[in-house]
């Protein structure tokens, strides 16, 4: 299966669009890209270096001549896995195609082998010139990836193609393009992510501490390869996955209702949510006194995993494990016990698990093959996950 792509440089050419280039960098951030911006000279005549070393916590250089001690150019090239240039001036498609290496960033071109991905944005007379369509036909044929302007509004009075797309629809081509195969056309997959809350009185409940963090990027990870996505979202606050279909819960009880309404036509569940164990046995109507926390009972909420496996047919079942050491035989017991096929293991003691962006534990599939998972980002687990599985959705 191919690797999942984390490290990226988002360059950026010296065209007005450049400005929409920010967007861009937030979004592939949250979908847990490590981004480097390298701008062209003439780029920060639009967006400065200040604006891209604050969105991008890192430090933005244009020309070889500077941090010469790092060798940027080839240091940036062997590190990445894509270069990502939005906008794609008509001057910059022209010196890229000719092979020049006039500053940082047409220098890292021709130094990297990583995918190679161009977004241009001009106006309709350059993009419809005779150069530019030479140039551009010139790198497809040598493995670039071009995507066809958006037409509408430009500067000033002029209006048609060359418009710099919509940042969702650049991330679409994006996926589109770094998804080697696209494994998960026509599958639908649900995805329960955050925590359970049960209420107490109409001011508090009983939660945990689950953020949802790695629901969403199994999500992300399932969309960018193809899938139909539905999440069964309880009390996350992150930004919903462009594409997916996001089911609001608060409660065991109302994910259970909508597990039940969703999982026959589903190919693939991945239970990342964190389920609330009890409950209360009595909700009061009205905020509860201090004096009335003396002592709260409490009813055992139905396993859900377990209960959901019993319907199985086809589906395929990913579970999650949050344990305060990797405790393998337990792991396996769960496992067993609630009919997965997969189950991830992690230790959350130290506390670094939880709302963190990075995870680490062990992945135990049904034959009892263990698959250890040093420290990383949330969104190469989701992308081990499903590669994890797909042999058995296909």
């Keep these: 299966m191919p690797k999942r792509i984390s490290k990226v440089i988002l360059g950026v050419g010296g065209g007005i669009a450049a400005y929409k280039s920010c967007d861009l960098l937030r979004r592939l951030q ?29 430090k933005v250089t244009t020309q070889v001549w500077e941090s010469v001690d790092e060798v940027r150019h080839v240091k940036l090239a062997a590190e990445n896995e894509l270069i990502l240039i939005s906008p794609a001036t008509a001057d910059l498609i022209a010196r890229i195609a000719m092979g020049r290496a006039d500053d940082l960033l047409t220098n890292l071109v021709l130094a990297s082998s990583a995918i190679k991905v161009l977004i241009p944005a001009m106006h309709p007379n350059m993009w419809n010139n005779a150069a530019t369509v030479a140039n551009i036909a010139l790198l497809q044929e040598r493995g670039f990836h071009v995507m066809r302007p958006a037409t509408g509004r430009l500067t000033g009075a002029d209006s048609g193609i060359g418009r710099l797309p919509d940042t969702s629809e650049i991330l679409s081509y994006l996926a589109s393009v770094i998804a080697d195969t696209q494994d998960l ?55 919903d996955p462009v594409g997916a279909t996001v089911i609001s819960v608060e409660s065991t009880k ?21 389920v609330a164990d009890a409950r209360p046995t ?7 006194k201090k004096d009335s926390y003396r002592e709260i009972s409490l009813v055992e909420n139905p396993d859900l995993v377990a209960q ?3 319907q ?34 992690n230790d959350v003691s130290t506390g670094e698990i939880f ?28 992308g081990q996950l499903l590669d994890l599985v797909i042999s058995k959705l296909n």
Excluded at 37 to 58: D, H, Q, R
């Design 30 to 58: 949250e979908r847990n890209y490590d981004v480097t911006v390298v701008p062209t000279p003439s780029a920060l005549n639009f967006v400065g270096t200040a604006t891209w070393e604050a969105l991008s916590a890192k």
């Design 282 to 288: 009595h909700v009061g109507t009205e905020k509860l």
């Design 185 to 239: 056309i026509g599958k639908r997959v649900l995805i329960t992510a955050g925590g359970t809350r049960e209420a107490i009185d109409p001011v508090r409940y009983i939660g945990n501490r689950s953020s949802g963090k790695q629901g969403y990027a199994v999500a992300q990870a399932a969309l960018d390869r193809g899938a139909e996505v539905t999440i069964l979202s309880a009390n996350v606050t992150l930004p």
């Design 355 to 382: 709302g963190s962006d990075s995870t680490q534990g062990v992945f135990i599939t049904a034959d009892g093959k263990e698959i250890p998972v040093s420290k990383s980002n949330k969104a190469t687990l989701a």
């Design 254 to 274: 109302d994910l259970e209702i909508e597990l039940e309404r969703h999982f026959q036509n589903t190919d693939l569940l991945v239970m990342a949510a964190a």
């Design 312 to 345: 199985k047919r086809k589906q395929i079942i990913v579970g999650f494990a949050a344990e305060t050491s990797l405790n393998i035989a337990e792991a396996n017991r769960k496992l067993l016990a609630k009919g997965l096929d997969l189950i991830y293991l």
């Design 308 to 310: 959901i496996s019993q």
